[in-house]
T-cell receptor
């Protein structure tokens, strides 16, 4: 089946690291994504990782993939108030070549000054 | 320059009415999508088109009918609106279907059915 799960809420202090976790079910997923949604706006791609990689770093963002446990995480270093948003994990199911993305329910990140 | 635009941004209407939401992208992309985001922020794909051809048609009531007059446009028509149709509808586009194609999202249309 195709299912993606995330915790709903995370609160951190400015300057701390944030870690947002995600689990997925489709072991044949080729790419896994992190999207960010700011209030009143559409989603914006933050980063993605190919399924044969364990880690990807992009400035303050670090993505870790544990394919055995089907676990994906997004670490944001030195979290700023501007990082407050909803973060969505998504997978592209390996069974389809349709551009289809399965999204988690989103993690609301609250950054306190 | 707006990459993916939707009109209207807000739509308030009564049950039983028929309404349309328009989407346009100026990125030259081949593929366009409609997503529904419910009140709990859960985002689910409804339809996708590639080069004006329907590719994805998830389990969506047939009151919803997408139309793609050309590659740059994907409109969503909804007949006999119901209370449960209230949601934010997002249009998105990407270059093709394969690979790590980033999907570019529009700003959303908040539909409220009373």
């Amino acid at each position: 089946g195709e299912d993606v799960e995330q915790s709903l809420f995370l609160s951190v202090r400015e300057g701390d690291s944030s870690v947002i976790n995600c689990t997925y079910t489709d072991s044949s997923s080729t790419y896994l994504y992190w999207y960010k949604q700011e209030p009143g706006a559409g989603l914006q791609l933050l980063t993605y990782i190919f399924s044969n990689m364990d880690m990807k770093q992009d400035q303050r963002l670090t993505v870790l993939l544990n394919k055995k446990d089907k676990h994906l995480s997004l670490r944001i270093a030195d979290t700023q108030t501007g990082d407050s948003a909803i973060y969505f994990c998504a997978e592209s199911p390996g069974s389809s070549n349709t551009g289809k993305l399965i999204f988690g329910q989103g993690t609301t990140l609250q950054v306190k000054p | 320059d707006t990459a993916v635009s939707q009109t209207p941004k807000y739509l308030v209407t009564q049950m039983g009415n028929d309404k349309s939401i328009k989407c346009e992208q100026n990125l030259g992309h081949d593929t366009m999508y409609w997503y529904k985001q419910d009140s709990k922020k859960f985002l689910k794909i409804m339809f996708s088109y590639n080069n004006k051809e329907l590719i994805i048609n998830e389990t969506v009531p047939n009151r919803f009918s997408p139309k793609s007059p050309d590659k740059a446009h994907l409109n969503l028509h909804i007949n006999s609106l119901e209370l449960g149709d209230s949601a934010v509808y997002f249009c998105a586009s990407s270059q093709g279907l394969a690979g790590p194609g980033e999907q570019y999202f529009g700003p959303g249309t908040r539909l409220t059915v009373t």
